[in-house]
């Protein structure tokens, strides 16, 4: 009896135990014919902020989330306020909170604040409503406004909605705003006007043109507008590029250079489609990069997260629409600190769901770095570590056989590639390997060759009868 | 008795290899004067279905198209069986009302020997396919290619023979056997769409008796 009760007692704490591993989301990856197959977790929900043991915080509708160090700064749109939170530790330490400050106007406030940006030691606000932004220094301190810039193009009804703002090491400002579709409004320092940056193509419908062509001049008014999308979000990385990203069904994010050009790599197998590649196209709102360059794109449709290298290859998927920690309903915002933590506000959940990597996407994380790195040699036995707990992930076997071909291992490289479904690798392995083959074979073949020649000499007379015995045979 | 006819069988099936060269005169003689026709163009059409499947199957990881491992040999056997079939019926019924001279027999065999290139050139590209990179891949493409345009001109030229037309006539009853096959696919998805109505209405009907009856 007394052992039962043992068993029990140890299989009632084992489920306890593993329910801090549970997963309220199913993972996956796409395979060579782009369909989803099953993957390891990479990341699982570890606590929130807002709910649950962090109840102490209170939000309402948090928009925009930055991480900076230690300090996470959250522009908490519905109390009118910036909300800094020391997150070193899992109970998050309201560090101080930004809503009213003295400017030259006198008593000033936040009105509806949706987006912040830190750079060194300078905190930028988005503040909305008041169509403007505020500059404050990190402990707070209020130090100038940037007021509505001059923009010769616009007409005078048009609203100025900063709602994202980015900062490069530069001083440059980019500005989102709601509703402006020529791109986004990029500002010197100081907040005057220089130019629209990464201006959205517009895009043709050809159904609609075709439509028009039949259409009287009144009809085709009455029709909507070709305009290009607006921008959602952006974010500046430390080398200055700008990542931005929009509604759309394809670039939804875009790397944007300083000629307002997207850099991003496209030629990986999920091409230039981010989030899910089936059915309807993801709403993209936000996108981060964290320390070893991977882009993390959160999509609001779905309430997932897509965790691209720099390639373009995707390597974790996570996150879901629910109620569930580390599920969202209206997710707005994705940070990550630099220990891997990721931050994802959710607006209508008035929380903020931290997610940590798993065992399995720790490895990944480590063997991705490598990878993209060049050290194909050390990341081997990292992608083998990853395979023994997901044989499905491709990108494992393609980053060894990279590795073979470097120490000229061609038949584990062809191998690999194969098993990866990498065509390109390959086709480059299989020449090296080819050269290879046709060296050693080449006596071999010189001797039959020869042979085929001797007997042929011997036997021509015989030969040469054939061709007249088929024709007897075939026209008698 | 069985032996002579095997010969003559495979004398046959050794022409197709020289009306693949000549199709004018040799399609003419394989209607007219070659013996055990259409046992030969049942091999050639047999020869054909492996040569395709073992194209899906053993083709060089470089030019696979798709997985092989899904593919299903059964439909590969009849997306073969199924296009040599309708062609042969409808082509006849077509030139039947064009003066053709050919049967629906005639059609068949010319039809089957016209494929013949399938055979000759897929088991050299399937060897060639594991010894090319993906550079060399326009070798494929071109061998792909010259097997269309073959079996098409073997196709028209052997039926102009077959039937006693100008290439012009066969151009044209060709283009109408297509039309007429797209009608008869239309016509056959409206009647299974009617049986299926048909069938659902009875169905209907049976239940509610049954439930009138308890």
């Known amino acids: ?476 | 008795m069985i032996k002579t006819k095997l010969k003559d069988m495979f004398s046959t099936l050794l022409y197709g290899f020289h009306a693949c060269i000549h199709p004018f005169e040799g399609f003419y003689n394989i209607k007219h004067f070659r013996k055990q026709n259409l046992p030969a163009a049942v091999v050639i059409l047999l020869a054909t279905m492996v040569v395709i499947i073992l194209k899906m199957q053993a083709t060089g990881f470089l030019f696979q198209v798709g997985n092989p491992e899904r593919n299903n040999v059964l439909l590969q056997v009849v997306a073969v069986l199924v296009p040599v079939g309708v062609w042969s019926v409808v082509n006849w019924s077509v030139t039947t009302l064009f003066e053709g001279k050919a049967t629906m027999r005639n059609i068949f065999i010319t039809t089957c020997f016209s494929l013949l290139p399938m055979v000759i050139l897929y088991i050299p590209q399937v060897i060639l396919s594991h010894f090319f990179t993906e550079e060399e891949g326009s070798f494929m493409m071109i061998i792909d290619a010259l097997v269309i345009i073959w079996v098409v001109w073997l196709l028209l030229a052997g039926l102009a023979s077959v039937q006693d037309y100008t290439m012009v006539k066969t151009i044209v009853t060709s283009v109408v056997t297509i039309l007429a096959i797209i009608a008869l696919i239309f016509l056959l998805a409206v009647f299974y769409s009617a049986i299926q109505q048909l069938v659902s209405f009875f169905s209907t009907v049976f239940n509610e008796l049954t439930y009138w009856i308890r």
């Open chain 1, 1 to 476: 009896m007394k052992k039962v009760l043992c068993i029990l007692a140890a299989a009632l704490t084992l489920t306890v135990t593993c329910s801090a591993a549970y997963s309220p989301y199913y993972t996956y990856n796409y395979n060579s014919d782009l369909e989803a197959v099953s993957s390891a977790a990479s990341y699982l929900p570890s606590y929130s902020i807002g709910s649950g043991e962090n109840t102490h915080i209170s939000l309402k509708t948090p928009s925009d989330l930055e991480i900076e160090g230690d300090l996470c700064y959250v522009a908490d749109t519905g109390n009118n306020r910036i909300v800094i939170l020391d997150v070193s530790q899992r109970r998050p330490e309201m560090v101080r909170q930004i809503s009213t400050f003295t400017s030259e106007q006198g008593e000033d406030a936040l009105k509806q604040p949706s987006g912040v940006c830190v750079i060194g030691n300078e905190l930028y606000v988005a503040d909305t409503e008041n169509h403007r932004l505020v500059v404050f220094d990190t402990e707070g301190n209020f130090l100038r406004i940037i007021a509505q810039p001059q923009i010769d193009t616009w007409a005078v009804d048009v609203e100025y909605k900063p709602s994202k703002v980015g900062v490069d090491g530069n001083g440059r400002i980019y500005v989102v705003g709601l509703s402006v579709t020529e791109g986004i409004i990029q500002l010197e320092p100081d907040g005057t006007f220089v130019r629209f940056f990464g201006s959205n193509r517009v895009v043709v419908d050809f159904y609609e043109l075709a439509l028009r062509f039949f259409l009287s001049k009144e009809a085709q008014k009455m029709r909507i507008s070709f305009i290009p999308v607006e921008y959602s979000n952006i974010t500046v990385d430390k080398d200055n590029f700008v990542y931005a990203t929009c509604k759309a069904d394809t670039n939804q994010v875009k790397k944007l250079n300083t000629s307002g050009n997207n850099i991003l790599r496209t030629d990986a197998r999920t091409k230039n489609v981010y989030g899910d590649i089936h059915y309807q196209s993801a709403n993209i709102v936000d996108v981060t990069v964290d320390q070893s360059g991977n882009l993390f794109v959160l999509d609001s449709r779905r309430g997932k997260i897509f965790q691209y290298n720099e390639l373009g290859d995707l390597l974790a998927i996570f996150g879901g629409n629910g109620t569930a920690v580390g599920t969202f309903t209206t997710p707005t915002a994705i940070d990550c600190t630099e220990d891997g933590r990721v931050f994802v506000s959710d607006s209508a959940k008035n929380t903020i769901a931290v997610f940590e990597a798993t065992d399995f996407g720790t490895l990944v994380n480590e063997a991705n770095a490598k990878f993209i790195k060049g050290d194909y040699q050390e990341s081997m036995e990292t992608w083998k570590q990853v395979l023994k707990r997901n044989a499905n992930f491709d990108l494992a076997y393609i980053g060894m056989g990279h590795a073979y071909l470097q120490t000229g291992d061609y038949e584990q490289a062809l191998e690999c590639y194969e098993m990866g479904k990498y065509k390109k690798g390959y086709s480059d392995a299989y020449a090296e390997h080819r050269t290879k083959l046709l060296g050693d074979a080449f006596p071999w073949i010189m001797t039959v060759l020869l042979i085929v020649v001797i007997l042929w000499f011997i036997f021509r007379k015989q030969i040469a009868k054939i061709p007249a015995k088929i024709k007897a045979f075939v026209d008698p």
